[in-house]
């Protein structure tokens, strides 16, 4: 294993807080050889959906790569058509088919939207949990009362929200309700789809640290607590994402961070929930 994979990804509350997110990655082959990269260099998260439709992939590059199953932290999302209690249950068995595993660590409800019906729905989770087939229930794209619905309609506890959450979009008001609720905050295109690369005070603390604008983004979620899986297609991507958890961001650069003053949502379907 490369001096990259003896790395150590810090954790939250056993999840680790830098992982490998998948959309978009839909080439079989190159979905593929990329998950099997990134876990071969140190990652050990690894994030999919039913509706990227790679999942099959991500599993051929789950079993390729020199790691044990149990040592990677996988996550995949239940779409909104298929969230009815009956097709939660035989969607995520087509799932755990496709990538050839027997149990997901985080299976998460992808949007409160269409079938998604919090008591129908996260019955259904509950059940796959006490079946072994989930270990942790997900939410995506929750607003805080939404949480609160999801806590009140779960027996098993909300585990995460995944949301849009970069230096862009910060998001304070949920991760302060998701914190005092204590659900993980997991953030989805944390480079704002490359944004980040364009922003002044960004780019002044990479070259201060010397240091890419997508590392400094990564190590400010970190430093708030928010678990981060930033898509990446190429080596040298996931080399350079895996690299930030190497860096420590002083006091002043945090705050400059914070100081940004932009609402910049870049992910809005006709059926989000704001």
């Known amino acids: ?3 990259q994979g003896e790395r150590r990804v810090p954790l939250a509350s056993e999840m680790p807080m830098l992982g490998l997110g998948t959309w978009q990655n839909d080439d079989p082959d190159t979905c593929a050889d990329t998950v099997e990269t990134a876990l071969d260099e140190g990652y050990r998260h690894v994030d999919t959906a039913q ?8 599993g051929r590059g789950i079993e390729a790569a020199d790691v044990d199953r149990e040592d990677v932290f996988l ?13 939660v249950l035989s969607t995520t068995e087509a799932s755990l088919d496709k990538l050839g595993v027997d149990y997901v660590d985080l299976m998460y409800v992808h949007w409160p939207s269409r079938a998604y019906d919090p008591e129908e729905t996260l019955r259904a989770f509950d059940e796959l949990v006490d079946a ?47 914190a005092d609720r204590d659900v993980e905050v997991v953030a989805y295109s944390p480079l704002a789809r490359g944004e980040v690369f364009n922003v002044p005070e960004i780019t002044e603390i990479a070259e201060k640290h010397g240091v890419s604008e997508a590392q400094v983004s990564l190590a400010w979620l970190r430093e708030k607590g928010v678990t981060a899986i930033p898509k990446a297609t190429s080596e040298a991507h996931v080399l350079d994402n895996l690299a930030s958890v190497d860096l420590d961001l002083d006091d002043e650069d945090v705050a400059a961070i914070d100081a940004i003053d932009r609402t910049d949502r870049q992910v809005d379907p006709s059926f989000s929930p704001w």
């Open 1 to 3: 294993m490369s001096q």
């Open 51 to 58: 509706a990227y439709g790679n999942e099959e992939a991500v």
């Open 75 to 87: 996550a995949t999302k239940v779409w909104i058509d298929n969230l009815a209690y009956d097709d």
């Open 132 to 178: 072994g087939k989930v270990e942790r229930i997900g939410i995506s794209n929750f607003l805080p009362e939404q949480v609160d619905e999801a806590i009140d309609h779960a027996d098993a506890p909300i585990f995460a929200n995944q949301v849009e959450l970069h230096p862009l979009l910060p998001q304070e008001e949920l991760r302060a309700h998701c």
